[in-house]
């Protein structure tokens, strides 16, 4: 087993609202998860799921109602434990008179750096998020993907080992998210874990090892992204030649999904199959049947069609 960065056990947080706290908001409803050191973890969950509220309790921002966890070795909630920890908020904004390089001395005296010592590592740090010609640039001129590598820059700021990233590609154009992408697979390279909170799955799939989907304040589902994507059902391609009414007879037995007939001779088919002696019974029936098996494969499921389906499986309470 990997060893841990986050490791959190049986989680619940319940906000209280209106007079005397009567109403309440199960944010979270025992949330049990680890993230391995060294890897790019994505929590996944739709809106209101409780990701952000996950996020604030391990960086001590709202208290649990109960659980227990570590973050680096030290009890969640422990702020030697949070030294080591960068930041990017969700929605964050920079002040508007700030420049890229006054944006970094600022953030980095929030987190206890001198000036001089921010200075020693800001132009590297701009360098490494491409900014390094935008430095004296207010930050209001920037674009939403060049504040958001900012923001990365700023959470580099004091050397942390962890990476807590909340939304970080939430407006960015395309060709700004694959430097995103990029940044977070180089600082992985160099050791650091970094820890994700998307909408975007095709990011997560892109650029997580694992990942976590969260509904209704649960983890649904939590594992690397083969395991969330294995289709329970292997479903397999098939292309084939010979006779179209033979392979139909050949397949009647099997779950199929419609037919798509190519050439006269030529046509693709999906059976999706429980188990090898399925798979190994249907090549028998099309080798008795003399149809040619052009092409085999086996389907992957997406990450978003995974993740619908977890979704929408999950209870309602
Ligand atoms: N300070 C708060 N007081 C009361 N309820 C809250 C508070 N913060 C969050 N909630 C509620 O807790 C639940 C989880 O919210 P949270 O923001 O953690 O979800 P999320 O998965 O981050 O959602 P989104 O993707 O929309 O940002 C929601 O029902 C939300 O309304």
């Given amino acids: 087993m990997p060893e841990s960065i986050i490791e959190v056990q ?3 947080k319940t906000y209280r609202e209106g007079l005397l706290g ?28 409780g990701k952000t509220t996950l ?21 969640l909630g422990d702020r030697n434990g949070r030294k080591k920890v960068g930041y990017l908020p969700e929605h964050h904004r920079f002040p508007r008179h700030l420049t890229g390089n006054s944006a970094m001395i600022y953030y980095g005296g ?32 920037y674009s939403k993907g060049m504040q958001q590598r900012l923001g990365i820059a700023q959470a580099l700021l004091h050397n942390p080992d962890l990476l807590i990233l909340d939304e970080p590609t939430d407006g960015v154009d395309p060709v700004g998210r694959a430097d995103v992408r990029r ?59 010979g006779s179209i009414d033979e392979m139909q007879y050949a397949l009647t037995e099997e779950e199929t999904e419609p037919w798509e007939v190519e050439f006269e001779d030529v046509a693709r088919v999906v059976v999706s199959a429980e188990d090898q002696a399925t798979i190994n019974r249907c090549l028998d029936r099309l080798r008795a049947k003399q149809i040619d098996i052009i092409e085999m494969k086996r389907m992957r499921t997406s990450l978003e069609d ?8 999950e209870t309602v309470e």
Avoid: Y
Avoid at 26 to 46: E, M, W
Avoid at 62 to 72: A, D, E, N, P
Avoid at 306 to 313: D, G, K, M, P
């Fill in 10 to 12: 049986d989680l619940h």
């Fill in 22 to 49: 009567r109403k309440q908001v199960n944010a979270l409803r025992g949330v049990s998860l680890s993230v391995p050191r060294g890897s790019v973890f994505g929590l996944l969950g739709p809106n209101g799921a």
């Fill in 55 to 75: 996020i604030k309790v391990l960086l001590g921002l709202v208290r649990r109602s109960s659980g227990r966890g570590t973050m680096l070795d030290r009890p």
């Fill in 110 to 141: 929030l987190s206890g750096m001198s000036r001089r010592e921010v200075l020693a590592k800001r132009p590297e740090l701009l360098e490494r998020v491409g900014l390094a010609k935008w430095g004296n640039t207010p930050v209001h001129k």
């Fill in 183 to 241: 940044l977070l697979k180089q600082l992985q390279e160099e050791g650091k874990t970094i820890f994700l909170n998307s909408h975007q799955l095709q990011e997560i799939e892109l650029v997580c090892d694992q990942a976590a989907i969260l509904a209704k304040g649960r983890v649904q589902r939590h594992g690397t992204i083969e395991e969330i994507t294995q289709h329970p059902h292997a479903r397999i391609e098939f292309t084939l030649r």
């Fill in 306 to 313: 995974a993740f619908l389906h977890i979704v929408s499986e």
